[in-house]
């Protein structure tokens, strides 16, 4: 049975990233660490940014960071962004991470966060974006 998480039919969110929890990403007990979902969902955030800006970023501020459910071993972890603001060099994006549980399909968020990047050209300084 195929499950669609959240946000996958709607046009304001984009799927930036889907992976699974594995073992080394966990403590002796099997939750996974907040820093490496964190990382995922700046993984995620990164990608947006990137096709949004039409080149490179950088993280400049995560604020609004909400851990609301563990995140165990084998879970789907899928993570969706949405742009909630553009300026003149960065932009920011609001990242949600669901899951779905590996043992029963079970579909929950466990966290979500708000991210601002910054556009950057080849020496790592502000640059202006795209304008659309």
Not at 39 to 47: F, I, P
Request: hydrophobic residues 40%; charged residues 20%; contains cysteine.
């Amino acid at each position: 049975m195929f499950l669609i998480l959240p946000h996958e039919n709607d046009p304001d969110w984009m799927l930036s990233l889907r992976t699974l929890a594995m073992p080394a990403d966990a403590n002796p007990n099997g939750d996974i660490f907040g820093g490496w979902l964190m990382a995922q969902m700046d993984l995620a955030g990164g990608n947006y940014a990137y096709q949004y800006a039409r080149g490179r970023v950088a993280t400049v501020a995560v604020t609004a960071m909400s851990f609301h459910q563990a995140v165990f071993v084998g879970d789907e972890v899928s993570c969706y962004c949405n742009l909630l603001k553009v300026g003149v060099t960065s932009l920011t994006i609001h990242i949600e991470t669901w899951v779905r549980r590996h043992r029963d399909n079970t579909v929950m968020k466990v966290t979500e966060a708000t991210f601002t990047f910054v556009g950057i050209d080849e020496n790592g300084r502000k640059r202006p974006l795209p304008q659309y």
